[in-house]
Nanobody
Framework: QVQLVESGGGSVQPGGSLRLSCEVS????????MSWHRQVPGEERRFVSA???????RYTNSVSGRFTISQDNSKNTMYLQMNNLKPEDTGIYSC?????????????WGQGTQVTVSS
């Protein structure tokens, strides 16, 4: 089992910044890839950014150059630094962990943290 807990969401004005955290506990050694996803009411969750065990990083085009994903293995925590926020960045941000154990891929999600960008 892997547990994920997000924090760091809030309300900011356009152009502002936030840093989201995703703390990992449990059987974290099985994790190969971690990612951030955003969901707004009435829509499916959408990919934002990901970081793999070997450090490969991916971003969706709309956040590239503004968001930075990172991880601190000593703290078992993944981060998403969000700069120059725009109203369209508003949503619930959830972290996801893809875990490979006992020849099976498992997916774990956190509960999400709300980000609101509005003037």
């Amino acid at each position: 089992q892997v547990q994920l807990v997000e924090s760091g969401g809030g309300s900011v004005q356009p152009g502002g910044s936030l840093r989201l955290s995703c703390e990992v506990s449990g059987h974290s050694s099985c994790i190969y890839d971690m990612s951030w996803h955003r969901q707004v009411p009435g829509e499916e969750r959408r990919f934002v950014s990901a970081i793999s065990r070997d450090g490969q990083i991916r971003y969706t085009n709309s956040v590239s150059g503004r968001f930075t994903i990172s991880q601190d293995n000593s703290k078992n925590t993944m981060y998403l630094q969000m700069n120059n926020l725009k109203p369209e960045d508003t949503g619930i941000y959830s972290c996801k962990a893809d875990c490979f154990t006992k020849d099976t891929w498992l997916t774990y999600w956190g509960q999400g943290t709300q980000v609101t960008v509005s003037s």
